[in-house]
DNA sequence: ATTACCTTTGACAAAAATAGTCAACACATA
DNA sequence: TATGTGTTGACTATTTTTGTCAAAGGTAAT
């Protein structure tokens, strides 16, 4: 269940755009693209950015979703995946105000 | 600044052990606590389990201090850092209740 | 039924990140 | 000196991640 590639592989269609003509211009390979969209390997922010920028979407909330996933993929099957968030919340809350 | 790192090395001399001895306990090189103390490595989950035993220590908080950390170093010098966080909560929350 | 697209799949190799090993160092204290 | 402490760096091994490629299967039009 990759929101981000789900969200992706929308924006991809609504541009119009094949998975192919969208790897050429990404510079990657179509097998990967495929790959992340379906949530099979790992977006890198790199990709993120230049398929926003591609398909015309707005970055920033492409960005949080890709940091998100990467982030509860860290955390999947963790009895305190929850507590774990709260505390690094915090803990980047301080961090900001340094 | 490794939170994780400094309680483990804390509770450690609490426990009267030096750091051989504690690595020998635990089946790893000295070295490499040394450094996981000192937050130049990272700990692996095992080993924070076993350190809590071995101190007999709470490892619940350990284990939430090792994966907020983890989780901190994925989004170290990233904007959305916190926007993200909150994103991962609100879908962790969600998914809990499946 | 062949041409021209599309997406998906899996096998494999390359590269990068992580983990482990080891010997030596510097320091203190007995 | 001898023993115990923690630290460092160079090196290897292992695991994980990433990239490449060829082929398969689908659909639609000609």
Do not use: H, P, W
């Not at 890709?66 to 961090?95: H, T």
């Amino acid at each position: 269940m990759s929101t981000l590639g789900l969200k992706l592989r929308e924006l991809r269609e609504q541009a119009g755009l094949s998975l192919r003509k969208a790897a050429m211009q990404t510079d990657i390979d179509v097998a990967i693209l495929s790959k992340m969209e379906r949530g099979e390997r790992k977006f890198s922010k790199e990709l993120v950015l230049k398929l926003a920028e591609l398909y015309k979407a707005n970055s920033d909330k492409l960005v949080i979703d890709f940091l998100s996933e990467k982030v509860l993929y860290e955390l999947e099957d963790e009895d305190f995946g929850l507590e774990a968030l709260k505390v690094a919340e915090k803990q980047l809350k301080y961090k900001k105000n340094k």
